[in-house]
């Protein structure tokens, strides 16, 4: 899968890399219009080190010199499990980040838990590029506790505009449903912090 998504990539005219990437540590990668220039853009999740969050690589194409530029790396802000590509009797992550291009031309960056615990939160980020910066524009997460009861919960909100909803399970098995209300912000990707965005959920 990484090779044919670089494959892809390499499609696309004049592809210049800001610093070297080795091939196998290409997560996943995504070809869209992200700021809506009628231009292919490009961005690849690059894994870092075990353990360690993943970088994003940003590049927008240019359409009068014809390449994809270089904008942003993103360091370290994706969480997954390191892969292990180069040991012996490698197989495929099953918490690896996923990239789908929205309507809007926007980037969804869905986010599974990892398999540590008994509690899983899976969590969704919706990337926007908006006056020359990539932000944060919405964010979303379901949780769930498979050693406990009536334990799920999740949050959908518009970062943007600090409105959303979530709901929670009660012990009696019934669901709560709340309006999310909070303050509206624009959040570089590079400077996002999910613990912020989980408080806001849980007010």
Known sequence: MKSLLFGLALLLPGVALAEPVETRKIITALTGDFNGDGAPDLDMVVETGPTDPMDIHFFLGDK?????????????????????????????????????????????????????????TNQTLTIAYRDGAFIVAGFAYDSDDYLQEN???????????????????????????????????TVAFRDWNAGDAFAACQE
Request: charged residues 25%; hydrophobic residues 20%.
């Open 64 to 120: 009068e010199h014809n390449y994809l530029k270089p904008v942003e790396i993103v360091r370290e802000q994706i969480g997954g499990e390191w892969n292990g590509y180069d040991q012996p009797g490698y197989e495929n992550s099953d918490t690896e980040p996923e990239l789908t291009m929205l309507p809007n031309g926007s980037i969804k960056f869905y986010l599974p838990a990892p398999e540590i615990g008994s509690e899983r």
């Open 151 to 185: 334990a799920a919960s999740t949050c959908d909100y518009n970062v943007l505009t600090g409105k959303g909803t979530s709901s929670k399970q009660q012990p009696d098995g019934s669901t709560k449903h709340e309006t999310v209300s909070t303050e509206g912000r």
